[in-house]
């Protein structure tokens, strides 16, 4: 990850549009980082859909989920899933929330998905399960208080993944790439366990290869095949987001 | 909504082209708005695929599903679908009828969509089940006759949607981009429930939950996002309808 | 139909680009018309995938299916399917055979595709199964054969559609509009019959319904609608054909 | 297949695109083609995705799977599953591996995929399943070191293709274009096979079917007709590698 602001910015409007682009995000979702310097800040959009986030967008917050400078336009309601998770996980560099459709049946279905190839191997074990319900009752399942924030970072534990019931996932990295191959990597898994039963029943890797294959994506010949391949597909789109020195475009 | 017309028939030629490009109509369905400033009557396009409607093609109708100027174009043959709900409802300020590839195989198997994800809830508890046949005997199933239009008005009853058997679905709304997100939603929460067919049973939300996530897609931050996001994707394929003060293009 | 010859090559083209951009043809699969002064010959491309047909590609045939003119380039294998339903069915005016990937999972399973919904009512209540093994033993399942012709020609009787086991469907018309929206309608009620599936028990429409919605596709409002969004939809992917008038581009 | 190393080079590049636009390939995955004057090399990419690879990109390789001119850029580490195939198998001209979304099910359920359609008939009566575990025990399942990729090639034994467990298959051909058919048909027949599961069970062609249907993809009217339909859609989406002698592009 670049140390520079600048360049971390950038990467992190970067990273909003390759998951919004590659299916893991859509109207909504959100994607953050540490701030490099100061491991009680974090990095997110102001309220927006990750596809159309641009350099501009990205503010600064403190672990309580506060804006360092009070902003006029909308935040996104749930950022207590980032500020609880980057207090409660020192390792944790970047944290993406999502409703990726590959991922919502599981949600639905209440089943676990689990590694059933190489690359899948990226969340883990386990993706343990946190439904809302079970400690806050009825209510509306967005995560916006610091008692629902801090919930779920401990069912997520010491995970990389965790499943929201009805809702989506929340997954986090060791670093922006790290985040987005993750993130990726989850729902082509949950792609291929889900249709897997039409045939029989899903075979999970074995627990070694699953130590083993966790690490493919971090390999550096693997992250940078993967994020080359990722972004050009947004060039081909004309979606890039704007470089970071770039004035706000005005909206129509 | 808008207040002025102009606005107005604007924003209800975009809300057929978003809705075209989200899946949720193709060569078929339609949608309309209930005129600002006369209950009495409603805006709907002349006979033509949503995704080529433009601001020029909106016609004025009662709510007998009359044109107020007689037209030479061809209409739309089920309007009677949106003339007889805003006769039963004074609460719906926008109606939309669709075949959704997603909906139809609930419409197929005669199954309910429920909310079993919270941006699904937008759906409400119960979506009633409606069977041209029962009443009416066999027919071609488009709905054209006021005694069709009226049966289906009653057995939407005071829900937000009525599946209609083997046809598709019709939505409201209490305005325009609550029903546009609406009826998308509506088309995600049933590939969410079909999907997790696959895994094990399809879980609802609670009753509470319904209530309280019902409402997501009102919120201020939600419906502009959403609003801005889709019409993103719209300008991206070049897809946006002509502004309104534009002239007809000539088709060739 | 056009009865100008120019126009109806023209219009053949379209037809082609159509049924492969929307997912009914791709590489393979071919559509022909029966020549409106003659009823003894039928319009059909050289071979050639269907999304690259042009004007100058389409050749007159006779109902043995031998080309007017000797042609150098080489013609698709399979004609005798369109000669020989042409000799057996004088009210067939449109011709096509297909290998879309909604409808191969019947092929394969044997199932039959039944009417699920009101515009599948285009392909009649009953979709007859062929398997090409029962009177010709092994094969390598193309229709080449004048006899495996008019086999198939028999299977498929006075009906509209007939499902190849293992292979795909030849679905029929009264004309190029009609057959353009019969393939469309089957495969999106084959996708809808499917999925139906997951759910529970895919019912069909009853016969009277199925008679009489099956002409929906016929009326005149329908099927300008249709034929309007669809080119509309080649037009925006800039995959229109050439110009009649058009010079033969140079391949490179 | 040419001779001429410079175009074998030129449709090396292009089948990577074409598989990858086709959806075989994606981040991973990756094409080689055997010297044409030299049987103890084959021709590969540096490792970098299959959609963006140009001619310069393509290196020489020994059997044993080592770069002829030492090369400073990463290379894929899994390119002992083609040296390894090239040394056991002299009648392999081209090998693909890949993780197709299509394929990946069955390598998941660790079920077989069987000739369904008549195209699919191209991967031959049996597609041998491959456990890395079985022999290797827990590994990261990449398959880098000669030992396993000779195992791989002792499962593919006199087959077409290779199951890989949790991982996905490699697929072999007498030529370049024969093996993009055979890739491309493999993914189409697995998800007929898949979707037909829905349906009842899936039913494989007879084994004389099989033999004679198996070629199909081999007549010169198929193979060409292919071949330029796939190199139409790359021009079309703007994807078709540069020209064999242009300079490599700067990478930003």
Not at 104 to 129: D, M, N, Q, R
Not at 170 to 180: C, P, R
Not at 222 to 251: D, F, H, N, Q
Request: charged fraction near 20%; hydrophobic fraction near 40%; proline fraction near 7%.
């Amino acid at each position: 990850m670049p140390n520079n602001l600048t360049d971390l910015v950038a990467e992190l409007a970067l990273a909003n549009r390759i998951l919004a682009h590659e299916g893991a995000l859509d109207a909504f979702g959100h994607v953050s980082v540490r701030h490099p310097a100061d491991p009680g800040r974090y990095l997110l959009s102001r309220s927006r859909s990750p596809q159309l986030v641009e350099p501009t967008d990205i503010l600064e917050y403190t672990l309580d989920s506060e804006p360092l400078k009070r902003a006029k336009m909308p935040l996104y309601a749930e950022r207590v899933i980032h500020g609880c998770i980057y207090q409660a996980r020192s390792d944790v560099m970047a944290v993406c929330h999502h409703h990726a459709a590959a991922v919502l049946p599981f949600c639905v279905a209440g089943k676990p998905i689990v590694p059933v190839s190489h690359l899948g191997a990226a969340i883990g074990e386990e993706t343990p399960f946190w439904d809302q319900h079970d400690e806050f009752g009825d209510t509306n399942l967005l995560v916006v208080k610091q008692d629902e924030g801090h919930s779920l970072a401990r069912a997520l534990g010491h995970h990389s993944v965790v499943l929201m019931k009805h809702h989506g996932a929340t997954v986090v990295g060791g670093g922006l790439k790290e985040l987005v191959s993750r993130s990726i990597f989850l729902c082509q898994n949950a792609e291929y366990q889900m249709h897997a039963h039409m045939l029989g029943t899903p075979q999970p890797l074995h627990r070694g290869e699953i130590e083993l294959a966790g690490g493919i994506n971090l390999l550096p010949g693997v992250i940078e095949r993967t994020w080359e391949y990722w972004s050009m597909r947004l060039k081909a789109a004309r979606a890039l987001p704007p470089p970071a020195g770039s004035k706000r475009k005005k909206r129509r």
